[in-house]
């Protein structure tokens, strides 16, 4: 049987983005189909398109909110318990991959047609993005989600 890091890359592989593969592998234990959890983390993958916070990253902290997330304004606690939660996940994963930002980790902007074309000539989208996903899926197991 896979493991969720396995399926994640798997999914990454047949074409969906990191975000998306990330919460794919989650979505179903707290509720989510994936046929929504796709469609919620679609435009999360490169850094939300512009290089910024890795969608790998995102995905988990989408996770992060299924579980800890509040759905009541004045729930002031849960929001508080799911902004520690979110911070905690952030930081492993800096610490994991040397920073939350997709440029930095590419070593290419990929926001621009040269820094993608670039990334993609050096198969980073095959090994560092792999990588990536891995990396969230492992540090949300490791966490308990």
Same mark, same amino acid.
């Given at each position: ?12 592989? /047949? @074409?969906?983005?990191?975000?998306? /593969?990330?919460?794919? *592998? =989650? ?15 679609? @435009? ?16 988990? *902290? ?6 800890? @997330? ?7 606690? /849960? ?15 800096? *610490? ?10 590419? $070593? =290419? ?5 040269? $820094? ?13 993005? =792999?990588?990536? *996903? ?8 490791? /966490?308990?989600?």
């Amino acid at each position: 049987m896979n493991t969720r890091q396995d399926q994640a890359i798997e999914y990454f592989d /047949s @074409g969906f983005n990191c975000a998306q /593969s990330v919460l794919s *592998v =989650f979505c179903e234990n707290y509720g989510l189909s994936k046929e929504m959890a796709r469609k919620i983390a679609c @435009g999360l993958g490169g850094g939300c398109r512009s290089g910024e916070v890795c969608g790998a990253a995102s995905g988990a *902290v989408i996770v992060v909110g299924l579980k800890y @997330g509040h759905n009541q304004a004045d729930d002031v606690k /849960s929001k508080k318990n799911c902004y520690a939660k979110t911070v905690e996940l952030l930081d492993a994963f800096r *610490v994991e991959n040397r920073s939350v930002v997709c440029r930095d980790i590419l $070593g =290419f902007d990929i926001s621009t047609e040269e $820094g993608s074309k670039q990334a993609q000539s050096r198969n980073l989208f095959k090994t560092v993005c =792999f990588d990536m *996903v891995k990396s969230a899926v492992s540090i949300l197991e490791n /966490s308990g989600y």
